[in-house]
């Protein structure tokens, strides 16, 4: 060993013949805690950069192409398009709106109702995986397909098979034989009132003129009963009860075989609508007032669903407030024609997505269309997690900083102690440089086993919290558990970061001792 090197070791160690000295020790103890908070808050912010980028990007595509008019009639000619871009691997188009949706006597506001194409929403989203009941459908064990192919009615036409870009709407289903229009009834209804009206007008009439000259009018006043006015039925015919032959609720406990859209909810908007397979959701527009569409005035309407499933995307912002439905019949329901609020894709690599997004702008420079990739989508989320993992990447380094400190502080105390053994030896033929080199690896050492001992620290610290789990309340982290996800070279960088400040913090105490005299090291003792 050479002599540097040796003499370091030396100097690391207890008077007392221990392993090490009591200021090494809180030297080393120091930086071991500084490495090890500095590396699990890394890997803790990376974790929710990264389980939020999993959550976003299994909810919503890679690659969103938008429109800047209502109406987009032409998306097949666009995904066709957009198809032929290397690196696009899925594309799918859809149409979403905010609803109300209503449960018995619960109601959630602000719930976003997503059409999609059950045939290619697989390509481009990550809903099978998600779906976790009934478990016939769950991805470990089951077939998602299953309850995604409900979403769509057995007699609607796919959204690919409508001739001639219109809206072409499904065949429907006619009434049972025994079931009469409301239409009609209320008709019926209304001339077997007036029949009997007038049969009680013309008795009347009858039994006024009897006994009355023939040929001559009848005596009296002609005016009816009641005068000329008009007025209501005795009975409402809007409110009456038409009985479920003529006017069935989807809803009731003997129609929960009647055929129905179907829609895939989220798990916490289950709980909360208090929800269960096979249940009837109410869905409504949340406009309020009459609304001018398609060159008619309509209300808001309100529409019943067949919930077939339920997805689980770990996120309570989507699990709470997203409901899936098919393509065909959202575009029935919203009364839009044959367009879509857009087209979404997913790409290979979620790194190149800019560059695809660059590559569709170009296809599509039109001026008509607005391409936006997952980053731009959640700009403002994916930002206010990067700043915060730099910030408290930083605020935690000084922490390493403060240990730093202690490693000067340590050496200085050794180099005006040892300053007798310093000056012999420079009297015996050390050079300045060897003395320097020593006090060099002194530090180092110091770095170095409190570096190992806080990666170590903070990989087992890691390990713990994947294994165990620390519980967050969803309502607040949009997560229900911590999510720690460790990167080899973030570990590498704590650990060159650590190295370097505990060289440097040892520099000035080397340079002190390398450039010390021998005489006046003797004339101070």
Not at 219 to 243: H, N, Q, Y
Request: hydrophobic share 45%.
């Amino acid at each position: 060993m050479e002599f540097p090197l040796s003499l370091a070791i030396r100097y690391l160690r207890s008077k007392k013949r221990a392993f090490i000295s009591v200021g090494t020790m809180f030297a080393i103890i120091g930086v071991t805690v500084g490495v090890a908070a500095l590396t699990t808050v890394m890997s803790v912010t990376g974790g929710f950069r990264s389980e939020f980028r999993d959550k976003v990007l299994g909810v919503n595509a890679h690659v969103l192409v938008l429109k800047y008019s209502s109406d987009f009639s032409e998306y097949r000619d666009v995904m066709r398009e957009m198809a032929t871009i290397p690196g696009v691997v899925g594309v799918a188009p859809f149409v979403i709106s905010p609803m109300m949706v209503t449960h018995g006597d619960r109601t959630a506001t602000g719930v976003l109702l997503k059409g999609v194409d059950p045939e290619r929403m697989a390509s481009v989203l990550d809903l099978p995986r998600q779906i976790s009941e009934p478990p016939q459908c769950r991805a470990s064990g089951g077939n998602p397909q299953q309850c995604i192919d409900l979403l769509r009615l057995p007699d609607a036409r796919p959204p690919d098979h409508r001739t001639g870009g219109h809206f072409d709407p499904p065949p429907t289903t006619p009434p049972p034989s025994s079931a009469k229009p409301l239409l009609d009834v209320i008709q019926e209804r209304v001339a077997s009132d007036a029949m009997a009206a007038a049969g009680a007008a013309a008795g009347a009439r009858i039994a006024s003129s009897a006994g009355s000259v023939p040929g001559e009018l009848p005596p009296g006043s002609t005016v009816p009963e009641g005068g000329w006015t008009s007025r209501f039925l005795d009975e409402d015919i809007a409110t009456m009860k038409l009985g479920p032959d003529i006017d069935p609720d989807p809803c009731a406990d003997n129609a929960r075989d009647r055929p129905l859209s179907g829609v895939i909810v989220g798990k916490a908007l289950l709980e909360k609508l208090d929800l269960s397979i096979g249940d009837c959701l109410q869905v409504t527009s949340p406009t309020i007032g009459f609304t001018y569409t398609r060159g008619a005035i309509r209300a808001p309407v309100a529409r019943h669903f067949r919930v077939v499933a339920a997805f689980d995307a770990g996120f309570d912002q989507y699990d709470s407030k997203l409901i899936y439905t098919d393509l065909f019949e959202a575009q029935k329901y919203l009364d839009g024609g044959d367009t879509v609020t857009g087209v979404e894709m997913k790409v290979s690599d979620i790194d190149r997505a800019r560059v695809i997004k660059a590559a569709v702008d170009e296809r599509l420079s039109n001026g008509l269309y607005n391409t936006m990739d997952w980053e731009e989508l959640n700009h403002g989320l994916f930002t206010a997690l990067r700043i915060q993992q730099i910030v408290m990447s930083m605020v935690l380094a000084l922490i390493i900083v403060l240990a730093a400190f202690t490693v000067i502080a340590t050496l200085i105390m050794l180099v005006l102690e040892k300053k007798r053994e310093i000056a012999v030896l420079k009297a015996m033929g050390a050079s300045d440089l060897k003395l320097l080199r020593a006090f060099l690896y002194q530090g180092g050492l110091i770095g170095l086993v409190g570096t190992v001992a806080g990666l170590g620290l903070g990989y087992l610290s890691c390990r713990v919290l994947l294994v165990y789990g620390f519980p967050l309340d969803p309502k607040v982290y949009f997560i229900s558990r911590l999510p720690v996800q460790m990167h080899a070279t973030e570990f590498a960088l704590v650990g060159v970061f650590s190295l370097l400040v505990c060289l440097l913090a040892t520099v000035w105490p080397a340079l002190y001792a390398a450039r010390l005299r021998p005489a006046e090291a003797f004339r101070e003792q």
